[in-house]
Nanobody, 123 residues
Framework: QVQLVESGGGLVQAGGSLRLSCAASGRTVSSSHMGWFRQAPGKEREFVAAISWSGGSTDYADSMKGRFTISRDYYKNTVYLQIDSLNPDDTAVYYC????????????????WGQGTQVTVSS
């Protein structure tokens, strides 16, 4: 079992930055590959970024490259998502997830999910 708790969301003005955190715990967390997804109102959940269990490999959705940075502190069991130059289209609930396959973009391959953290960007 893996437990995930996201934090760091909030209300921010367009052009600002946020760093989201995902604290992981559980027996298999150190060998889990991690991903960030987001879901805006009325839209499907979409892949944002993924990172391997070691932190040595990352992957981003094409539309997220350049403004989003995923990182991992292996010893703190925490995964981060830095978001820069926020715009209103980034408004969504952001979820972190853990799964057995590195670089996986499909939500179905992630077995564990956090409760999400709301990011709201005002114009």
């Amino acid at each position: 079992q893996v437990q995930l708790v996201e934090s760091g969301g909030g209300l921010v003005q367009a052009g600002g930055s946020l760093r989201l955190s995902c604290a992981a715990s559980g027996r298999t967390v150190s060998s889990s590959h991690m991903g960030w997804f987001r879901q805006a109102p009325g839209k499907e959940r979409e892949f944002v970024a993924a990172i391997s269990w070691s932190g040595g490999s990352t992957d981003y959705a094409d539309s997220m490259k350049g403004r989003f940075t995923i990182s991992r502190d292996y010893y703190k069991n925490t995964v981060y998502l830095q978001i820069d130059s926020l715009n209103p289209d980034d408004t969504a609930v952001y979820y972190c997830a853990a799964g057995p396959r590195a670089g996986e973009r499909r939500p179905g391959w992630y077995y564990y999910w956090g409760q999400g953290t709301q990011v709201t960007v005002s114009s």
